[in-house]
């Protein structure tokens, strides 16, 4: 396990928090995207388990239930949460009070939790998943995300890329406050899922940051 994948890596105001211990934050401004670094590291303690569950779900031969449990539960002992962080070196960049003692279960845990927090927070499960997959399961191509969302999100701050395409070929009826290739779109998806084809909408923008111009295309895999 110690020939670990790339760290993904942050930065701004997301890698000052996650390496400023909280012994020195105490008078701290919340980040207005995404808080603080408790609330990244509850945020990455979720994600995690969701991501090695997914990977375990997809894991063939198929796993039981029970099986995926177990074998979770191994993954997250302290004992691999020691070896990611020592590995990576994360203590090494941590700023912190000199009274403070960092090579505990709990400052370890919090540690990756709020690293993993943060890589979801800017770049979503296109870039945790992978990373997630390669540190349980290196021998194994890291599953595809259902939904098309093998696409990396926006940095915070960023608008949003509109969530249908405006600007697609399709016609027929639509939910009332969605553009009116949305229901036709809806069904194209979902015929698509049933088929095993996965779809994706990769999104890009141009233009300013207060006002971009977003282009999203539909690839097919």
Not at 93 to 121: I, Q
Not at 135 to 147: D, T, Y
Request: aromatic share 8%.
């Amino acid at each position: 396990m110690n020939n670990l994948p790339a760290l993904p890596k942050i930065d701004g105001d997301l890698m000052l928090d996650v390496f400023t211990h909280r012994s020195l934050a105490h008078n701290h401004t919340d980040n207005e995207d995404y808080g603080n670094t408790d609330r990244l590291a509850r945020l990455g303690e979720d994600v995690l388990r969701m991501t090695i569950t997914f990977c375990l779900f997809t894991k063939r031969p198929m796993l039981s239930a029970s099986e995926i449990l177990e074998e979770k539960e191994k993954l997250l002992a302290n004992e691999t949460f020691n070896t990611w962080v020592s590995t990576y070196r994360l203590k090494d960049k941590v700023r912190c009070a000199t009274s403070t003692v960092l090579d505990t279960p709990e400052e370890t845990r919090f540690l990756f939790h709020s690293y993993v927090g943060a890589v979801y927070t800017s770049k979503g499960m296109a870039e945790v998943c992978p990373w997630i997959s390669r540190l349980i399961c290196p021998e194994v191509e890291p599953p595809v995300l259902p939904g098309g969302l093998n696409q990396t999100r926006p940095a915070p701050g960023m608008p949003q890329p509109p969530l249908y395409p405006t600007s697609a070929i399709l016609s027929g009826s639509s939910a009332p406050g969605l553009p009116a290739s949305a229901g036709t779109l809806a069904i194209f998806n979902q015929t698509a899922n049933k088929m095993g084809l996965p779809v994706n909408y990769p999104a890009e923008s141009s233009g300013p940051s207060h006002n971009p111009q977003w282009i999203v295309r539909c690839v097919g895999m």
